[in-house]
């Protein structure tokens, strides 16, 4: 399994303004992915991040406004910018091991 | 065509029940499978993995994969309140690749 510590766990914040997600995982991993989980929605793969690249967006998600860091192997953040309340949404990062992929405990953002 | 698909419920049930859960998918190249359950305001916890077609059992919890018909179940025996969550079904052709995930069941036990 894997330990994965997301913060901030919800937040509440005005359209326009950008928020980062920060995820560190308890050992070393290669890839780190980040989700979105819209209401009624199936998990939506937003970006993966690989340490010491560029990470790599999925169909309709683009780094100007997903913005991913991955400064070691164990850390990722994602900002979500310029935020309209169609961001708002459960956002998860997850790490995959042999046995699954496993999830932070996720970020409930709402933009008003 | 959805890469997979889950009947969303909600599905109500009284405690002690059997539970089944099922979703199909398209992609004949998955072989991993994975059932998660998912409580309100937190992040999925992975409750079953399973490699190819045939059965894994873990305490109360049944995963099938036939993957003939490209189709997978949870069973939940003796069903509890606090099995009450979300349940998803997630499936990847690689453990290095993309997971696809259903939509989710939700499911709620009464006492």
């Known amino acids: 399994s894997a330990v994965i510590s997301q913060k901030p766990s919800r937040d509440i914040c005005q359209r326009g303004t950008s928020l980062t997600i920060q995820c560190q995982v308890d050992?070393?991993?290669?890839?780190m992915f980040w989700y979105r989980q819209q209401p009624g929605q199936s998990l939506t793969l937003i970006a993966t991040?690989?340490?010491?690249?560029?990470?790599?967006?999925e169909s309709g998600f683009v780094i100007d406004k997903f913005p991913i860091s991955r400064p070691n192997l164990t850390f990722s953040t994602l900002t979500v910018s310029n935020m309209s309340p169609e961001d708002s949404s459960i956002y998860l990062c997850?790490?995959?091991?042999?046995?699954?992929?496993?999830f932070g405990q996720g970020t409930r953002l709402t933009v008003v | 065509q959805k890469e997979v698909e889950q009947d969303p419920g909600p599905l109500s049930v009284p405690e002690g029940a059997i539970v089944s859960l099922n979703c199909t998918y398209s992609?004949?190249?998955?072989?991993?499978f994975m059932w998660y359950r998912q409580y309100s305001r937190k992040g999925p916890e992975l409750l079953m993995y399973?490699?190819?077609?045939g059965n894994k059992e873990d305490g109360r919890f049944t995963a099938q994969v036939d993957k003939s018909s490209k189709y997978i179940s949870l069973f939940i025996r003796d069903s509890q309140p606090s099995d009450s969550a979300t349940y998803l079904c997630?499936?990847?052709?690689?453990?290095?690749?993309?997971?696809?995930f259903g939509t989710g069941t939700s499911l709620t036990v009464i006492p």
């Open positions: 991040a690989n340490q010491g690249s560029e990470a790599t967006y």
């Open positions: 997850s790490v995959v091991r042999y046995e699954g992929a496993f």
């Open positions: 399973t490699y190819s077609s």
């Open positions: 997630a499936m990847s052709a690689n453990t290095g690749n993309q997971f696809y």
């Open positions: 050992s070393q991993v290669t890839m």
């Open positions: 992609n004949s190249a998955f072989q991993y």
